[in-house]
């Protein structure tokens, strides 16, 4: 995002003018195209990555354990899903925050805070920005209805650990203008979008795209279309398993229309917590060979 800050800044205007003039349908294809595309391709290829790091013989049995992280993650959303929902949203506040300043980070004190907190803030305005459809949401999962106050103090809480873990760190510092100018940009998308084009466009461009350029230079040493096409052939049939799976359980189990997007992001979330890990020690194995 901070390398190529003009075509995030680009892109960011044209989503915000996306949302200005079209339907709340529309907005909706638009992010479920892209969250089924890019979204989910990005997880896709995790077992390449797994087998970067271990031998072979150990990657059928890492698949194994990759498969059973996602149906415990299942397991616990339908039977204890307010442990489930919290455990997403923190593991998920690191892994954002940890993407999204990788190639700047130098493995120094406090950067993981400053991970959490990132991640934790983008959270907090998403949920703070569209707080009507959000409680909805969490309320379908967990039949537990939160008040305002609690996204309002979040917002507050996460934006001032931020901006001090951000100026404690030089490295991040230099380039906060510029992430101050992205998330304005941000905002400004929530006031005329609805909460799936808001968590889409973040999900698909502030997150997905950066991790596949990031995977790909880990896999194949470059991000070129080479390597582009490589990954995409790579990681084809596990895309198509994992929206298969996604059709089966929307088609062939009787779900009421109100309870499909807290089941859409509930599945987000299931194959989010093994995505997390696996992408964590491919920074942690490429700062290693980096020294």
């Known amino acids: 995002m901070h390398k190529y800050f003009k075509f995030a800044l680009g892109i960011n205007l044209l989503v915000i003018l996306f949302s200005l003039f079209t339907s709340q349908i529309a907005q909706q294809l638009l ?16 077992l390449k990555i797994i087998a970067k790091q271990k031998n072979r013989a150990k990657v059928s049995q890492t698949f194994l354990i990759y498969i059973g992280v996602v149906l415990l993650g299942i397991f616990f959303f339908y039977f204890f899903p307010v442990l489930a929902l919290t455990s997403f949203v923190g593991v998920s506040c690191y892994h ?12 120094v004190p406090l950067e993981g805070f400053f991970y959490c907190s990132y991640g934790a803030m983008i959270f907090a305005l998403i949920f703070f920005g569209h707080y009507t459809e959000v409680a909805e949401v969490i309320d379908a999962i ?11 103090w979040g917002l ?34 929530m ?7 808001t968590f889409g466009f973040y999900f698909v461009v502030w997150h997905s795209i950066p991790s596949l350029r ?12 080479g390597a582009l096409w490589s990954y995409l052939k790579s990681a084809l049939w596990y895309w198509i398993l994992a929206l298969a799976a996604l059709g089966v359980v929307f088609f062939y189990f009787n779900f009421s229309k109100s309870f499909w997007l807290p089941l859409f992001f509930s599945f987000l979330a299931a194959i989010t917590f093994p ?17």
């Not at 992010?31 to 995790?46: E, K, M, Q, R, V």
């Not at 931020?162 to 510092?173: M, V, W």
């Not at 995505?275 to 020294?291: D, I």
Request: charged share 10%.
């Open 31 to 46: 992010a479920f195209t892209g969250i089924l595309s890019l979204g989910i391709l990005h997880g896709a290829n995790d």
């Open 96 to 107: 954002f925050g940890e993407q999204h300043w990788e190639s700047i980070a130098k493995s």
């Open 142 to 152: 967990t039949g537990h209805q939160l008040s305002f106050a609690i996204f309002s």
């Open 156 to 189: 507050s809480i996460t934006c001032i650990s931020t901006l001090t873990l951000g100026i404690a760190l030089p490295h991040f510092r230099v380039h906060l203008v510029k992430e101050l100018l992205l998330l304005a940009l941000l905002i400004v998308l």
């Open 191 to 197: 006031q005329f979008s609805n909460l799936v084009l």
């Open 214 to 225: 990031s995977q790909l230079i880990f896999l194949y040493g470059q991000a070129d279309r």
């Open 275 to 291: 995505h997390a890990l696996v992408m964590g020690k491919m920074f942690q194995t490429r700062a290693r060979n980096e020294v």
